[in-house]
């Protein structure tokens, strides 16, 4: 292009760049996003930040962060071709983007002209998740969300893969729609009790790829399974490695419910992230060999799990960077954070009762 044309075309307003580039999506105004996203043919996508997407979205929407490097292959492990997808930021330019890379997979794209600024201004309504999701970023930048399912169930999302600890469908009047849930790529459980071993949630979560890590128990029950026992280290991925980690009672009187060597838990090495689910076990000798933890998930309900003093003292020897206080029942575990608080530990409550 010479340079008297592009002065034209400035003087017209019009942008060079844009001028010669081709959308292949369509943009829409609140209305008619709307009334589109109510068919059953459109995956609705909020490509905004998963801080973000926590603080309000529009109900049914799907969290793909167009900022992540893995945007594209997310979105083609999560959204269906023979679907429309509609997409949606905070202003509609991240959306745009989105809409541009999804056109050229060869979905068909609708994108909301001012995103959920126009959507709030319209007085349009949106919802919070009530399951509570934490947000960690791995060593090179990725993404992994983090689901307080209900009680010792955790759904983790890294990278366009499902992860899913001890899935159970319902404890107490609290459900968890596993069929609602996109099917996992893995699946780990640490025993055979039935708050962490349900044989139903297993088979809505698993597909034909699905891989289930677990201990000699559990394999041997469901009749398939990669057993792991204490002291095994797998690599499951290129980015994936995991470690199975003693869990077990010592106290007098409790410790049939968990005997030693049976149990797994388990430390899972997410791109450099290392997490800690220690299942169903007291603060065990063996916990001083846990070294560099990003982020632990400790149980805390006696006669099965640990007393709040044996939590603190297990977390002084682990030293987790985060600490999650889990399958904590009937336990007062608000205490929990003041007994750390000069530990450096960032302790989070969640629901995992």
């Not at 060079?16 to 369509?26: I, L, P, R």
């Amino acid at each position: 292009m010479n340079k008297t044309l592009a002065f034209i075309l400035a003087m017209l307003g019009l942008n060079v760049g844009t001028a010669c580039s081709q959308q292949d999506f369509e943009n829409m105004n609140v209305s008619q996003f709307a009334e589109f996203i109510q068919s059953a043919d459109v995956q609705l996508v909020d490509v905004r930040t998963a801080e973000e997407f926590t603080e309000g979205h529009i109900e049914g929407a799907l969290n793909i962060d167009v900022k992540q490097e893995s945007f594209a292959e997310e979105a083609k492990a999560q959204l269906k071709k023979d679907k429309k997808i509609a997409v949606y930021c905070r202003s509609g330019r991240r959306s745009a983007n989105a809409a541009n890379i999804l056109s050229k997979e060869g979905y068909h794209v609708v994108n909301l002209t001012g995103g959920i600024m126009a959507w709030n201004a319209a007085k349009m309504p949106t919802t919070k998740d009530t399951v509570e999701v934490d947000v960690f970023k791995t060593k090179s930048g990725k993404t992994i969300k983090m689901y307080a399912l209900v009680h010792a169930s955790i759904r983790m999302v890294y990278d366009g893969k499902e992860i899913q600890i001890d899935p159970v469908s319902k404890l107490g009047n609290r459900t968890i729609d596993y069929a609602s849930i996109p099917k996992a790529d893995y699946i780990f459980v640490t025993h055979e009790h039935h708050d962490h071993f349900d044989q139903a949630a297993l088979q809505q979560l698993t597909q034909e790829s699905t891989q289930l890590i677990t201990n000699s128990r559990c394999a041997d029950m469901l009749g398939y399974g990669m057993k792991m026992a204490n002291g095994d280290k797998k690599e499951i991925a290129k980015d994936i490695t995991v470690e199975a980690v003693p869990a077990y009672n010592y106290t007098e009187g409790h410790t049939q419910f968990h005997p030693k060597g049976r149990d797994n838990g388990f430390i899972l090495t997410i791109d450099g992230l290392r997490i800690y689910i220690a299942g169903d076990t007291e603060d065990i000798p063996e916990m001083t060999n846990i070294k560099d933890i990003d982020i632990a998930f400790l149980p805390c309900n006696q006669p099965y799990t640990m007393t709040t003093n044996q939590l603190v003292n297990a977390a002084q020897m682990i030293k987790p960077r985060v600490l999650f206080p889990y399958h904590y029942g009937q336990t007062d575990v608000s205490g929990i954070p003041a007994q750390l608080k000069d530990k450096g530990i960032d302790v989070r409550i969640r629901h995992y009762e």
